[in-house]
């Protein structure tokens, strides 16, 4: 079971909680082959992400816990990396 709303997200830089996270784990659910995509709410705002990275996709409960220690400042289309420039989530739309 995923922990919903204990995590501290920051955008631009709003502070945004996780209080909704669509249920789909990991190979369930998923628009595409090898994509997660997630909405992140916080007051009326709302980002979309697409996790790229399988490995991530397999892992996600401990990814839900590495995004709780990122800051993440994003534009749409945005594509975020690791320390290693590999891409493992791009932002589809900030509203």
Do not use: C
């Amino acid at each position: 079971m995923l922990a919903r709303g204990n995590r501290i997200l920051t955008v631009n830089p709003t502070p945004l909680t996780v209080s909704a996270i669509q249920d789909r784990a990991a190979g369930n659910g998923t628009r595409y082959p090898g994509h997660m995509e997630l909405d992140w709410h916080s007051d009326n705002k709302k980002v979309q992400i697409r996790l790229t990275n399988p490995a991530i996709i397999a892992n996600f409960g401990t990814y839900l816990r590495f995004l709780s220690d990122i800051e993440l400042r994003v534009d749409d289309g945005e594509r975020l990396s690791t320390g290693s420039g590999k891409a493992i989530w791009e932002v589809l739309h900030l509203t």
